[in-house]
């Protein structure tokens, strides 16, 4: 996630959350890195400009592609773009790699524009697809029934109104269909009291448990940390940049998980078998010190983790153990 949008040029304004403590967590920065979430480019520059060999770029979002071609010849064959999902980045490396970065979550230049469906901030259709392909928002909530709704609301969004919400957008699109972000954020604003100065807008939660639903992302989160656990060499190193609480989990339990100090879910519960750590993990996220959130104030939810590959062979995630909320069924 970066601090501003706009075109992209040569020297672009966008501020990558958490860049200096990233690269400060990874160094010494050498050869070959994926940046899994290219978005704006802000991540791959810093690890290049910190001595990385090479970073390959995968991003879902077309439109990330032509807004870097202002500026991607600078780095010649040390930046390769591919389009797709970091769920597949091993396949798209060919080949062990030496470190990788995912930041997860809506990029800034999506939220800022309108055309995109991602924000209430201003009025657009109500799309919200980072690749521009497959089921929109719109289509979620014209065509999902209440009960699913309602479930994705308040798993994807932690929403405790979310059966009332629900309830409103059955109600509302009963009369005419629900196509803009203006039209959503009102009906869940009608939801739910209104709002204290300093606190987020009433459709925050909402907004976000769509977009989750809608570009399947705790099914790419996983599927990324396992493709990054196949791609990344021993002592490769992984760094994951989250937003909100629900992504954070899953990333912490997955490297508990990975370097055998998960422990038992309860003192009852049988201990695990025992497994070669996968990973060597920092216990403690990290987060943006009080200079960072002047300069960039979406910095403030974000939490950076890291993990150190080992020798161990990579192995299929346990699912129910990573906190991932309830699956909620989105596409026939």
């Known amino acids: 996630m970066v601090a501003a949008a706009g075109a992209l040029s040569s020297d672009p304004p966008h ?32 690890i290049l400009a910190a001595g990385a060999e090479r970073v390959i770029g995968i991003d879902r979002d077309p439109d990330v592609f032509e807004m870097a071609a202002e500026w991607v010849d600078e780095y010649n064959d040390r930046l390769v773009l591919k389009q797709g999902t970091f769920s597949t980045l091993d396949e798209v490396a060919e080949g062990p790699v030496d470190g990788v970065v995912l930041d997860l979550g809506v990029s800034s230049m999506q939220l800022d524009r309108p055309e995109r469906g991602f924000s209430f901030a201003s009025d657009g259709p109500l799309d919200m697809r980072m690749s521009r392909e497959g089921l929109s928002a719109a289509d979620l909530v014209n065509t ?46 009608s939801c739910l009291p209104p709002r204290k100065p300093g606190q987020s807008h009433p459709a925050t939660r909402t907004f976000q448990a769509i977009r989750i639903a809608v570009n399947d992302e705790f099914g790419e989160l996983i599927g990324g940390l396992e493709a990054a656990e196949r791609a990344l060499r021993p002592g490769g190193k ?10 954070d989990r899953v990333v912490k339990r997955f490297f508990q998980h990975g370097s055998g100090g998960a422990g038992r879910a309860n003192r009852y519960a049988p201990e695990a078998p025992e ?19 002047r300069a960039n104030p979406r910095a403030r939810s974000a939490t950076l983790r890291l993990g150190l590959r080992t020798a161990a062979p990579a192995r299929r995630s346990d699912r129910a153990a990573l906190g991932l909320p309830k699956p909620v069924l989105t596409r026939g």
């Not at 501020?15 to 791959?44: E, K, M």
């Not at 994807?156 to 269909?177: D, L, N």
């Open 144 to 189: 999902a029934d209440e009960a699913d709704l309602a479930d994705i609301i308040y798993h994807y969004g932690e929403e405790r109104a979310s059966r009332r919400i629900a309830r409103a957008i059955v109600a509302a699109r009963a009369s005419v269909p629900i196509v803009t972000t203006a039209q959503l954020a009102q009906i869940v604003e």
């Open 275 to 293: 497994d070669t750590p996968r990973w060597k993990a920092r216990n403690k996220g990290i987060t943006a010190d009080a200079a960072e959130l």
């Open 15 to 46: 501020i990558p959350v958490l860049l200096g403590p990233l690269l400060d967590a990874v160094a010494p920065v050498s050869g070959i890195w994926i940046d899994g979430t290219f978005g704006a480019g802000g991540y791959a520059r810093g």
């Open 238 to 247: 992984l760094a994951v940049v989250s937003f909100h609480s629900l992504e």
